[in-house]
């Protein structure tokens, strides 16, 4: 079985650049979670998608950020127009169960290192 | 809101040895999870280890263990008989159950190196 798989790997893009990240969760998983780490900070959560519905985006920046699960399979977030403090890795996670209290294990992908200069 | 600290930001180790790397939280929540993640250089966040707030025992998975001790508010991750591949970062998340339940808080991670 496919883990998440996250594209591309590495991104070095221009200030005022636009880009869009790409995450392919576990097949059947209806839960779907953006997460990003600046570097030398702790992984802050950003959205939670369950299927193609937005549960969760208290964590999105600003609005240059856009989430986007159109079907409910994968995901692109695309940030228009890129910032220097953008930069970081872009992580996705995807789960099966999302009821309150349950074990509800989140299966991440590799990551996207963003580099905005 | 949650919190998650991880004092030690690298730990060193001799292959075969156990190590036990620290987190301690901070919840309101009455009922919450505790994670542990690996983080290699290949950079894929590998799911490790789980304990819910209310199980009775520690939980285990393989050469994995968690020492939780719930008053004390802390959720040590032991790996026994340490191996060169556990070189890796390690992370502590938790996950509460009131205000948007569902996402992961994380502490800043530990960097561990596992040495001959």
């Known amino acids: 079985e496919a883990g998440v798989t996250q594209f591309p790997s590495h991104s070095v893009i221009e200030k005022g650049q636009t880009v869009t990240l790409r995450c392919d969760p576990i097949?059947?998983?209806?839960?779907l979670y953006w997460y990003r780490r600046v570097m030398g900070k702790e992984i802050k959560f950003l959205l939670h998608?369950?299927?193609?519905?937005?549960?969760?985006e208290s964590g999105m920046p600003n609005n240059r950020f856009l989430a986007e699960r159109t079907g409910g399979t994968y995901s692109t977030l695309k940030v228009q127009p890129a910032e220097l403090e953008d930069s970081g890795v872009y992580f996705c996670?995807?789960?099966?169960?999302?009821?309150?209290?349950?074990?509800?294990?989140?299966?991440f992908g590799a990551g996207t290192r963003l580099s905005v200069l | 809101a949650q919190k998650i600290t991880q004092t030690q930001p690298g730990m060193f180790v001799q292959e075969k040895e156990a190590v036990t790397l620290d987190c301690t939280y901070d919840t309101s929540d009455p009922s919450y999870g505790l994670f542990w993640y690996k983080q290699p250089s290949s950079g894929e966040m590998i799911f490790l280890i789980y304990?819910?707030?209310?199980?009775?025992q520690n939980a285990t998975e393989g050469r994995y263990s968690l020492n939780f001790q719930k008053a004390r508010k802390s959720a040590n991750l032991v790996i026994s008989a340490s191996q060169l591949g556990d070189s890796a970062m390690y992370f502590c998340a938790m996950r509460g159950t009131t205000g948007g339940g569902n996402k992961l808080t994380f502490g800043t991670g530990t960097q561990l190196k596992v040495e001959l």
């Open positions: 996670a995807s789960s099966q169960e999302a009821r309150t209290g349950a074990k509800n294990i989140q299966y």
């Open positions: 998608f369950v299927k193609e519905s937005k549960q969760d």
């Open positions: 097949s059947g998983h209806d839960n």
């Open positions: 304990q819910g707030s209310y199980d009775q």
